[in-house]
Structure formats: C-alpha cells, structure tokens
C-alpha cells in the first residue's frame, strides 16, 4: 500500500474535478482557494435552493446544533416533527419518512411499493419505470435508473424494473402484468438532459395507474422544493400522486431527503424501514428554515418569473448562435446545442468565472439559486453568448 502523496490522491477518484478548492460560497457566488469568485448556475447539482449558505438555513443549523445533535431514530424530536407536520399540510401527502439522501428516499420508496403490493397485490412487486430516467447510485435505484452507461455496471441488477418510454402512454400499458405494482418517474428527467413528461401525459398516467391499482411514484428530487415554480411539479399537472421523494433542495445545501406517501401507501411496519440518522434534528432544522422560505407564495411567483426570463434569455442566444431548443420548466432549463461541444463550453466558462453543467454532450443545463436575480441571470448569459461569439459554436466540437 502506497500513501497518497498529495492530499488530491487521498480521495477515491470518481469523477473528473478541476484543480480549484472551494472556500467560500454566498448566494449565486463560489470563491476558491486562489480568491477567484464563480457565478454558480450549479449550485451543488440543483441542491442550494436558496444560494450558498443562506443566513436562513445557517441560523438555523448553528442554533439547533447548540441544542441538540441527534437523539436517536427511535426517539421524535422537535424539528422532524415539524418538517413532516409542515411538508404534509403543503402537499397532497399524509406522512414522511426523512432519509439522508435521494437515492435512500428513492430506495425507501421502492421497498414501500413492494410491502403495498405484498399486502394489497398477491406479492406484485414489479415498478415500470423509464428510458432515460435517474433515481439514484444504490443498487436499487441503478436498476430503477434508464441510464444507458448504467447498464453493464455492477451486474447483476435489482430485479423487477421495466422501462417504459416517457410520454407515451401505449409504451406503459403494453409493461402492465399482474406483477406491476407502481409506476415511477421524475416528472421532467434531470439528469438525462432536462426531458419533460408533458402534463397531458402524468394525467393519462394517473388515469392509467388508478385503473389498474398501482401506485403512481413520483421522483421530485430534483423538480420538488419550488424548482419548477410550484412547490411541487405534479401541481402543474393537477394530479395527485400516491408517494413522492425529495432530496436535493429540501435541505438547502445539508443533507436531506424524503419519502412521502398517502395514508393507503404508508404501509410501513415496524422493523420495515428505519436509518441511524433518519429525522435527525439538525438536519431537519435546516429544512423547516428553506421550506418557510419557499412555500411563501410571492417566493414561487418569484421562481416562475425568473425561470421565464432565464428561458428568454436562453432562447435568444440559441437564436444568435443558430443552436436548438430550450427546454424544461421554471429554474430548471436546458439548452440544446445540436452539438457535442457543451464540455468545451463547461471548460470555458469555468475559466471565466462561471459554473454550468452539462448533463449531455451536446446539453447545458441551468439549475441556479431559486432567488438567482436578473443581473446575475445577465452576466451568466453574456459569459455564455461571448463564448459562443469568440468560438463560434462549430469550432468548439471537441
Ligand atoms: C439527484 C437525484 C437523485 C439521487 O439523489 P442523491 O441525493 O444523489 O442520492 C435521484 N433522483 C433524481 C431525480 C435526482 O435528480
């Protein structure tokens, strides 16, 4: 065994990192350890719903930690209590389980559509999900996942998942067996590139769902938390979904997730589900600070204006560069560019002082602070628009 030599070594290599150490954040704004400050479009993968270490969610974390850390799983504490009280009174849901990240709630949703259909379906156990759809890095989840570079990883996968095509409603019924137990989607595909399953289609869904008794799951890790302009994105498609999951956002940089499921799913029980740090108060502080936020009606008014002009902006440069489509809802948007130059635009831009991410190669994907403002919407779109004008988007392909 060799020891790392330089403190980069020491951390297990799992994906691509610019050099840079970050230091510092401060609402759309990241500095590192050379005092260089980023305009952040990223903000930790759409987890930052309010910036960096909002004065909100630090208060909060700084006063609960003086109060108490952690009592146990097995024990309730003010501040779940409070999260689930307010998360339920604010959605169509009636009870929470809080996990530590997206993948543990999608995990915890999985295991509950498989005790419903053991109680409630002779043992179906089977969840038809989609082509392109990302619920998560456990193994469950993977196998949930419709990534294509998933697929001949970490073999053999979690039975019981089968792929339906998203928006087409026929690709879904024809998956239905009697083992089906619960459909389950992300209601715009985040990590795929920002694909969006219209409204008329989540309706059919539900119509479909209900007629055959399964459950419908909703995956809001990424759309949840005010991203697309509603608290929730199953809202707009004035539908009611039977579980959902939250993560990313729902802490405000900390880790948090949930399961939340309707009284007739809740079908946990005892020795089912649990965690060590599941509802652990700390954590959950910091969500009952972000959720007083964002709920706030003049707050996702806000949200809807702004993805609006983001998307404006968006299409206008398209239009400069003679790139695609804008796509996507609220502040969660995604711009085409027909070609495989979006890293050489990430490279770039990173130069530059801005954050942005590329889910595909020919794809840039905008996930800022929920209360990013207009200038700061400006000066990232001139970034980009100065990019494309020095290259012209042709000469960036790789
Ligand atoms: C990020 C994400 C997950 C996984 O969340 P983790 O906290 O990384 O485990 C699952 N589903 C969707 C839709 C996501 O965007």
Same mark, same amino acid.
């Given at each position: 065994?060799?020891?790392?030599?330089?403190?980069?070594?020491?951390?297990?290599?799992?994906?691509?990192?610019? %050099?840079?150490?970050?230091?510092?954040?401060?609402?759309?704004?990241?500095?590192?350890?050379?005092?260089?400050?980023?305009?952040?479009?990223?903000?930790?993968?759409?987890?930052?719903?309010?910036?960096?270490?909002?004065?909100?969610?630090?208060?909060?974390?700084?006063?609960?930690?003086?109060?108490?850390?952690?009592?146990?799983?097995?024990?309730?504490?003010?501040?779940?209590?409070? =999260?689930?009280?307010?998360?339920?009174?604010?959605?169509?849901?009636?009870?929470?389980?809080?996990?530590?990240?997206?993948?543990?709630?999608?995990?915890?949703?999985? %295991?509950?559509?498989?005790?419903?259909?053991?109680?409630?379906?002779?043992?179906?156990?089977? *969840?038809?999900?989609?082509?392109?759809?990302?619920?998560?890095?456990?193994?469950?989840?993977?196998?949930?996942?419709?990534?294509?570079?998933?697929?001949?990883?970490?073999?053999?996968?979690?039975?019981?998942? %089968?792929?339906?095509?998203?928006?087409?409603?026929?690709? !879904?019924?024809? @998956?239905?067996?009697?083992?089906?137990?619960?459909?389950?989607?992300?209601?715009?595909?985040?990590?795929?590139?920002?694909?969006?399953?219209?409204?008329?289609?989540?309706?059919?869904?539900?119509?479909?769902?209900?007629?055959?008794?399964?459950?419908?799951?909703?995956?809001?890790?990424?759309?949840?938390?005010?991203?697309?302009?509603?608290?929730?994105?199953?809202?707009?498609?004035?539908?009611?979904?039977?579980?959902?999951?939250?993560?990313?956002? *729902?802490?405000?940089?900390?880790? =948090?997730?949930?399961?939340?499921?309707?009284?007739?799913?809740?079908?946990?029980?005892?020795?089912?589900?649990?965690?060590?740090?599941?509802?652990?108060?700390?954590?959950?502080?910091?969500?009952?600070? !972000?959720?007083?936020?964002?709920?706030?009606?003049?707050?996702?008014?806000?949200?809807?204006?702004?993805?609006?002009? @983001?998307?404006?902006? =968006?299409? %206008?440069?398209?239009?400069?560069?003679?790139?695609?489509?804008?796509?996507?809802?609220?502040?969660?948007?995604?711009?085409?560019?027909?070609?495989?130059?979006?890293?050489? *635009?990430?490279?770039?831009?990173?130069?530059?002082?801005?954050?942005?991410?590329?889910?595909?190669?020919?794809?840039?994907?905008?996930?800022?602070?929920?209360? !990013?403002?207009?200038?700061?919407?400006?000066?990232?779109?001139?970034?980009?628009?100065?990019?494309?004008?020095?290259?012209?988007?042709?000469?960036?392909?790789?």
């Amino acid at each position: 065994m060799t020891n790392a030599t330089h403190p980069y070594d020491a951390l297990m290599d799992i994906t691509a990192r610019p %050099k840079a150490v970050f230091v510092r954040g401060a609402g759309s704004y990241l500095w590192d350890d050379s005092r260089k400050r980023y305009l952040d479009f990223v903000q930790g993968w759409a987890v930052n719903c309010l910036g960096h270490s909002p004065p909100a969610v630090a208060d909060a974390l700084a006063a609960q930690a003086r109060r108490l850390l952690t009592p146990s799983p097995a024990f309730y504490n003010g501040p779940s209590l409070q =999260l689930a009280q307010a998360l339920v009174e604010k959605s169509c849901f009636d009870q929470v389980f809080f996990a530590n990240s997206g993948a543990e709630a999608n995990e915890g949703a999985i %295991k509950l559509a498989r005790k419903y259909g053991s109680l409630h379906k002779g043992g179906a156990f089977e *969840i038809i999900t989609f082509a392109g759809g990302f619920h998560g890095r456990t193994l469950a989840t993977m196998s949930a996942s419709g990534k294509k570079a998933f697929e001949p990883l970490f073999e053999p996968k979690v039975a019981g998942f %089968k792929k339906a095509v998203l928006n087409d409603i026929a690709s !879904v019924e024809s @998956l239905i067996t009697d083992n089906t137990v619960a459909v389950m989607l992300e209601p715009i595909q985040g990590e795929s590139g920002v694909w969006q399953a219209t409204d008329q289609f989540l309706q059919q869904l539900r119509a479909l769902t209900e007629a055959h008794g399964l459950l419908l799951i909703f995956d809001e890790i990424q759309t949840g938390m005010g991203r697309t302009g509603k608290l929730f994105h199953y809202e707009h498609a004035g539908i009611a979904p039977d579980i959902m999951t939250l993560g990313k956002g *729902i802490g405000g940089g900390v880790p =948090l997730a949930a399961l939340l499921a309707t009284e007739k799913a809740a079908c946990f029980e005892h020795g089912d589900q649990g965690g060590t740090f599941s509802g652990n108060p700390i954590m959950c502080a910091a969500g009952v600070a !972000v959720l007083e936020e964002i709920a706030k009606p003049e707050f996702l008014r806000n949200v809807a204006d702004t993805g609006l002009l @983001l998307e404006s902006e =968006l299409q %206008k440069v398209s239009a400069r560069h003679g790139l695609g489509e804008v796509r996507g809802r609220g502040l969660l948007l995604a711009l085409d560019l027909k070609l495989p130059i979006a890293q050489a *635009i990430v490279a770039q831009a990173f130069e530059a002082g801005v954050l942005l991410n590329a889910p595909q190669p020919d794809a840039l994907r905008f996930m800022p602070a929920l209360n !990013v403002t207009r200038a700061e919407i400006g000066e990232m779109v001139d970034c980009l628009d100065a990019i494309l004008t020095k290259a012209g988007a042709a000469r960036l392909v790789a």
